[in-house]
């Protein structure tokens, strides 16, 4: 994800018509002429910087509602609403949409709880991808070899000592 951040953050800085500030530092692109590094809210910041758009890298951010409150103060932003950001910080919530829409996807089947686990995995001919629900900044996801390397993920992830910021699906 920081690499993300800085390819973005790169290519912007070469448009001589933008002044970038990065509210994360950004060491690679700290000394780059007419970049600076700033400290605050991100909204705070956007409003006392008079910022013209703000380009919200981090999902966090997003799932926050800072594009909604970025909108509310009439500031043109690039990024999702925190509705739509559902779609990336909830596995469950994107499947549950794609199947409402008819959106063609990889078979699903959402566990809530450790009991439901043996019954879910016995759906599968192979061992299933597991992917917790949530932010998991890039670290939820486990492609199982096995059944026996599935269910220990899944139980993992359930049971709150993995890397996920909410939901423990």
Do not use: Y
């Not at 700290?30 to 008079?50: S, T």
């Not at 103060?73 to 779609?87: E, H, K, S």
């Amino acid at each position: 994800m920081r690499w993300r951040l800085h390819c973005s953050n790169r290519r912007l800085s070469k448009k001589s018509s933008f002044r970038l500030q990065c509210r994360h530092t950004d060491e690679c692109l700290a000394d780059r002429q007419g970049v600076r590094n700033v400290k605050g809210r991100p909204l705070d910041v956007a409003i006392a910087e008079k910022a013209d758009l703000v380009v919200i890298g981090p999902e966090q951010p997003l799932c926050d509602g800072l594009t909604d409150a970025l909108n509310a103060q009439d500031i043109l932003v690039f990024g999702p609403t925190a509705l739509a950001a559902r779609l990336e910080a909830s596995k469950s919530f994107m499947k549950g949409f794609v199947d409402r829409m008819g959106i063609a996807s990889a078979r699903h089947v959402v566990v809530n709880r450790l009991e439901q686990l043996p019954a879910a995995l016995g759906t599968f001919e192979s061992a299933p991808v597991v992917k917790a629900d949530g932010l998991c900044a890039g670290k939820g996801v486990v492609v199982a070899d096995t059944f026996e390397q599935a269910s220990r993920a899944a139980k993992r992830m359930l049971s709150g000592r993995f890397l996920v910021k909410r939901g423990a699906r």
